[in-house]
């Protein structure tokens, strides 16, 4: 068994390998529920992890796209209360072949977010990151997508 998680990180991040770092996932409570609530307590995990992302994305000199790692940890991994029915996982290694999907801003999105970080700063932008969904890769597809985003 494992525990699907979400690590928050940015493309220029993702494109140097992720290989430790802090993951959000369900809590222990969250992952015993099935079929539509899981599902729901998951994607709500996928969000807090964007919106950790938002904020990486702006930082000094490392502004890059948000991106979001859907990535299966091992069921010994150990976390802590992030949030109400929400933990942080702490990562040690992170095995290529257990991740299952990346999200990604949207080009345009992305492009617009960071021409508000610009003119109005990091919080504005994040604010706009915030109305829009990140687009879903294949795990299979991330060398094609770091190609394309160079």
Do not use: K, N
Request: charged residues 25%.
């Amino acid at each position: 068994m494992s525990i699907r998680c979400y690590i928050p990180t940015t493309l220029t991040a993702l494109r140097a390998g992720v290989d430790s770092g802090h993951a959000v996932a369900p809590d222990a409570q969250g992952r015993e529920l099935g079929g539509d609530e899981l599902e729901a307590r998951e994607f709500d995990a996928l969000c807090i992890a964007a919106a950790l992302a938002s904020a990486q994305s702006f930082e000094a000199a490392a502004v890059s796209p948000r991106a979001v790692v859907a990535y299966d940890a091992p069921d010994s991994t150990a976390g802590e209360s992030l949030a109400e029915g929400f933990d942080v996982l702490s990562l040690d290694g992170v095995d290529v072949r257990s991740i299952v999907s990346i999200h990604l801003d949207e080009a345009e999105i992305w492009e617009e977010a960071a021409d508000i970080a610009a003119q109005r700063g990091p919080e504005a932008a994040e604010d706009h990151l915030g109305d829009s969904d990140l687009l879903w890769y294949d795990a299979t597809e991330l060398p094609e997508l770091l190609r394309e985003r160079g």
